[in-house]
């Protein structure tokens, strides 16, 4: 690719933390690597299909604002996610579109109004070296990103992308019904199983029924969630391979879903797996917001992922 159609963004501040993130790291947890991968699947695959980009092209998963980028040429982007307070030239910006950005602009993403993470796309996705055939980057691990080497963004560095795809114009959003509003308390569908039959029946009861909060120790890797107290009658088990959206129930009865950065494999029992939207709606919430889990069969479960997807990947 000659540099005439090369464009990039260059970070003039770096917010806490920003990373590339395609689809996902697949195909490896056998070597002890995790999954990566965008947190809210459903923003990211909107931010692609909205520049008519491939699925699983790269964006640009910003955490919590703080972001601060500069065009070094025109080009389209398209914006989703949580609404962090983004400006375009100092003029507000919200999410769920895609607009363009002119040369020497800046887009300055402040703190979040509603959720926890947007997710910006440009034309064809972000360019970077795959490494165990993906960009995704997980900093636990060192791996994926832009530079390979699992770091989030820094001063002064450059994120490049094709100019082959012409910069368009601003009439192209989400629709309405498909934008979600991350205030709202979500009902997360969870497929039970694993262990499920080995906790007691009040604690399934509340499991179900009970209102859970997110605790402030949230991230990529998971979230716990506090409310009651479930007890398991099985005192200990072989650890066993970790699924996106498992919800580990640890000896203090507090549940723990684990997200796109999971350890590969876990000892403590489970009530069953959220399904990938569920775990992308959990990964919008705020420390305190409250949530509660709705069981669902894994036909279901399995027929609305297929869904999603065939909407996405056609």
């Given at each position: 690719?000659?540099?005439?159609?090369?464009?990039?963004?260059?970070?003039?501040?770096?917010g806490p933390?920003?990373?590339?993130?395609?689809?996902?790291?697949?195909?490896?947890?056998?070597?002890?690597?995790?999954?990566?991968?965008?947190?809210?699947?459903?923003?990211?695959?909107?931010?692609?299909?909205?520049?008519?980009?491939?699925?699983?092209?790269?964006?640009?998963?910003?955490?919590?604002g703080g972001?601060?980028?500069?065009?070094?040429?025109?080009?389209?982007?398209?914006?989703?996610?949580?609404?962090?307070?983004?400006?375009?030239?100092?003029?507000?910006?919200?999410?769920?579109?895609?607009?363009?950005?002119?040369?020497?602009?800046?887009?300055?993403?402040?703190?979040?109004?509603?959720?926890?993470?947007?997710?910006?796309?440009?034309?064809?996705?972000?360019?970077?070296?795959?490494?165990?055939?993906?960009?995704?980057?997980?900093?636990?691990?060192?791996?994926?990103?832009?530079?390979?080497?699992?770091?989030?963004?820094?001063?002064?560095?450059?994120?490049?992308?094709?100019?082959?795809?012409?910069?368009?114009?601003?009439?192209?959003?989400?629709?309405?019904?498909?934008?979600?509003?991350?205030?709202?308390?979500?009902?997360?569908?969870?497929?039970?199983?694993?262990?499920?039959?080995?906790?007691?029946?009040?604690?399934?009861?509340?499991?179900?029924?009970?209102?859970?909060?997110?605790?402030?120790?949230?991230?990529?890797?998971?979230?716990?969630?506090?409310?009651?107290?479930?007890?398991?009658?099985?005192?200990?088990?072989?650890?066993?391979?970790?699924?996106?959206?498992?919800?580990?129930?640890?000896?203090?009865?507090?549940?723990?879903?684990?997200?796109?950065?999971?350890?590969?494999?876990?000892?403590?029992?489970?009530?069953?797996?959220?399904?990938?939207?569920?775990?992308?709606?959990?990964?919008?919430?705020?420390?305190?917001?409250?949530?509660?889990?709705?069981?669902?069969?894994?036909?279901?479960?399995?027929?609305?992922?297929?869904?999603?997807?065939?909407?996405f990947q056609?």
């Open positions: 690719m000659s540099q005439q159609s090369v464009g990039a963004l260059r970070v003039e501040k770096a933390l920003a990373t590339l993130q395609d689809a996902g790291r697949f195909g490896v947890r056998r070597l002890g690597v995790t999954q990566g991968g965008p947190a809210d699947l459903h923003a990211f695959a909107w931010a692609n299909q909205l520049l008519g980009n491939a699925w699983g092209a790269a964006v640009l998963e910003i955490t919590l972001l601060s980028l500069v065009a070094e040429q025109d080009t389209s982007l398209a914006l989703c996610g949580a609404d962090m307070g983004a400006t375009r030239a100092g003029e507000p910006l919200a999410p769920w579109q895609a607009f363009t950005l002119r040369q020497g602009e800046t887009l300055t993403f402040g703190s979040p109004q509603a959720g926890v993470r947007a997710y910006l796309a440009v034309p064809g996705g972000f360019r970077g070296e795959p490494v165990l055939g993906s960009l995704a980057c997980v900093v636990r691990e060192g791996l994926g990103g832009h530079d390979g080497e699992g770091r989030a963004l820094v001063v002064g560095e450059r994120l490049t992308f094709s100019l082959e795809a012409r910069p368009g114009e601003e009439a192209c959003a989400v629709p309405a019904q498909e934008r979600i509003d991350y205030g709202q308390s979500p009902r997360l569908p969870l497929v039970p199983g694993a262990q499920i039959e080995d906790f007691t029946g009040t604690s399934l009861f509340q499991a179900f029924n009970d209102t859970w909060r997110v605790d402030a120790r949230a991230d990529r890797m998971g979230v716990r969630l506090t409310g009651p107290v479930l007890h398991c009658h099985r005192p200990s088990m072989i650890s066993e391979g970790i699924a996106l959206g498992a919800v580990q129930v640890p000896p203090d009865g507090q549940p723990i879903a684990l997200l796109n950065d999971r350890q590969t494999i876990g000892g403590y029992p489970r009530l069953g797996t959220l399904t990938p939207l569920a775990c992308a709606r959990l990964a919008q919430c705020q420390p305190g917001q409250e949530v509660h889990l709705v069981a669902v069969a894994l036909s279901e479960a399995q027929e609305a992922y297929c869904r999603f997807l065939r909407r056609s």
